[in-house]
T-cell receptor, first 111, second 111 residues
Framework: DVKVTQSSRYLVKRTGEKVFLECVQDMDHENMFWYRQDPGLGLRLIYFSYDVKMKEKGDIPEGYSVSREKKERFSLILESASTNQTSMYLC??????????FGPGTRLTVL | GQSLEQPSEVTAVEGAIVQINCTYQTSGFYGLSWYQQHDGGAPTFLSYNALDGLEETGRFSSFLSRSDSYGYLLLQELQMKDSASYFCAVSRSSNTGKLIFGQGTTLQVKP
């Protein structure tokens, strides 16, 4: 079974802090994604990566950056957390263009 | 712009059949996927349609009409455990796996 893990289930940070969200997948997938999920808005793509050190902006990249130094790991970075970044963050990976495998999510609260 | 429209809520009784519709307007279309997400859980892949027609997987079926930019998820013999949110998602690329998600439909199954 594909497994996607995320470093924390719940995280509380203060405004202005630098925040790292880590995601690891164990199935050698090329593609990895970061989404945020907010009520009524569905899942919105922040960034994705199709290979090591390769990244592309998604629909809402402002205020975020990413890092993919190894194939299995994709990190989301909030350079200076703000209250409007309070959300559920979901990481996913895929081998093909259709099925994505999601991690359990990190619920981030920025105070 | 790019948008996917699906109903926000649907209610049905155990044993019934329910259809969740999804219409889309996107620049680039490669296929339509459906994901299920239980409260507090991660989205999980249900089905994918790249060609027109009906795809059946057990109690769940998914339909696509590319000419109408329309698809639906059909759930038969509803069970209480089917209570969840259901998201349609459009694949915009054949290789990177980028998806645009709809806002989700919350299905409540009543006894």
């Amino acid at each position: 079974d594909v497994k996607v893990t995320q470093s924390s289930r719940y995280l509380v940070k203060r405004t202005g802090e630098k925040v790292f969200l880590e995601c690891v997948q164990d199935m050698d997938h090329e593609n990895m994604f970061w989404y945020r999920q907010d009520p009524g808005l569905g899942l919105r793509l922040i960034y994705f990566s199709y290979d090591v050190k390769m990244k592309e902006k998604g629909d809402i990249p402002e205020g975020y950056s990413v890092s993919r130094e190894k194939k299995e790991r994709f990190s989301l970075i909030l350079e200076s957390a703000s209250t409007n970044q309070t959300s559920m963050y979901l990481c996913a990976s895929s081998l093909t263009h259709n099925e994505q495998f999601f991690g359990p999510g990190t619920r981030l609260t920025v105070l | 712009g790019q948008s996917l429209e699906q109903p926000s809520e649907v209610t049905a009784v155990e044993g019934a059949i329910v259809q969740i519709n999804c219409t889309y307007q996107t620049s680039g279309f490669y296929g339509l996927s459906w994901y299920q997400q239980h409260d507090g859980g991660a989205p999980t892949f249900l089905s994918y349609n790249a060609l027109d027609g009906l795809e059946e997987t057990g109690r769940f079926s998914s339909f696509l009409s590319r000419s109408d930019s329309y698809g639906y998820l059909l759930l038969q013999e509803l069970q209480m455990k089917d209570s969840a949110s259901y998201f349609c998602a459009v694949s915009r690329s054949s290789n990177t796996g980028k998806l645009i998600f709809g806002q989700g439909t919350t299905l409540q199954v009543k006894p």
